[in-house]
């Protein structure tokens, strides 16, 4: 599994030019999943990904988390994440998982997630979205289950 965490001070989801997904101070989470992953693996990323502290304390300092600066979450299912391209010019995507194994898990992320985070919001699995985003900093952090999950 894997996540793309953006700091963000805004950021939003269109599918049809309509808005589905929009947030204020955040992150805006691409989320990754391959053939191989579990519950287990999601709850130990959504673990680590809720407690990051990258917000900046009164002094500058990356030393504050989402609960602390009440953040948001936009969470958006990226099949491509899991491309692979160490042949050719054209990606392969052997290693995502199949497309009703990974909405499962993309549901069960969502869940997990709205327990912890009052505000939540979401893509639409599947469809084409145009994402919006005002990075914060920038600042961008890539979780791998690969590392987290050792």
């Keep these: ?3 793309i965490i953006q700091r963000v001070a805004k950021a939003d989801v269109s599918v049809d030019e309509h ?6 101070k955040g992150f805006l989470v691409f989320i990754g999943v391959s053939r191989d ?9 959504i673990k680590k990904m809720t407690a990051m502290r990258i917000f900046d304390d009164e002094n500058g300092k990356t030393n504050l988390g989402l609960s602390d600066v009440g953040g948001q979450l936009l969470l958006i299912s990226q ?4 491309a692979d391209c160490k042949k050719g010019n054209r990606p392969s995507f052997v290693n995502a998982g199949a497309p009703d194994m990974a909405n499962e898990m993309y549901e069960y992320i969502i869940g997990k ?9 979401t893509g639409i699995f599947g469809a084409d979205m145009k994402v919006s985003l ?3 900093g920038p600042f961008t952090i890539v979780l791998d289950s690969d590392e987290i999950c050792k």
């Design 1 to 3: 599994m894997r996540f």
């Design 19 to 24: 808005v589905v997904g929009a947030i204020e």
């Design 37 to 45: 992953d579990t519950k287990e693996i999601a709850d130990r990323m």
């Design 79 to 82: 099949f491509t994440l899991y």
């Design 113 to 121: 997630c709205r327990k912890i985070v009052p505000v939540v919001e």
């Design 134 to 136: 005002l990075n914060d």
